[in-house]
């Protein structure tokens, strides 16, 4: 059966698979029990992130999948919750547990960054760098709208051939 052309989300999502699949293979042969799920808040919080929100602004998730991912960090004794002095926000730190697995997981992301250079040799072209832009572009105009505007231009170009 000939295969079809990949839709842009069926390959982003393919693609995703791909790395996440080698990922969590990474973590398991190094005994983490760990998501990968969990890698951008914890880097975000190295850098010095405290709250859901600090995360939400210094990361490329949204507030609902940074708070379920929390929530299972807590769970799994990585983190835990804290209440500021404010009262309406809550601090996030992590628990010894989650300290410990911290400093085995750094090794293991610069690893991860490496494979990625090495990806992008393989590839012949900047991943990241083209990903970044990808996302500004959208975040500029988002694909709703480079939709529409692609089916009134469909419709204009089929207009003229009546």
């Known amino acids: ?10 390959l982003l999502r393919y693609t995703a698979e791909l790395v996440d699949k080698g990922s969590e293979a990474n973590y398991r042969a190094l005994s983490l029990s760990y998501r990968p799920r969990y890698t951008p808040i914890l880097r975000a919080m190295a850098a010095g992130a405290q709250t859901v929100q ?3 602004a210094s990361t490329h998730l949204t507030q609902g999948a940074i708070s379920q991912s929390v929530a299972l960090m807590e769970q799994d004794g990585i ?3 804290e209440q500021l002095s404010d009262g309406r926000k809550f601090a996030l730190r992590l628990t010894p547990a989650g300290i410990q697995l911290v400093a085995q997981l750094e090794t293991c992301w610069e690893a991860i960054f490496l494979a990625i250079e090495q990806l992008e040799k393989d590839a012949g072209w900047p991943l990241m760098k083209g990903l970044e832009e990808l996302a500004s572009a959208l975040e500029q105009q988002d694909f709703e709208k480079r939709i529409q505007i692609a089916r009134a231009e469909l419709h204009a170009s089929g207009d003229k051939d009546d």
């Open 1 to 10: 059966m000939l295969k079809i052309k990949p839709g842009l989300g069926e």
């Open 54 to 56: 600090d995360i939400t």
């Open 79 to 81: 983190l835990v919750r």
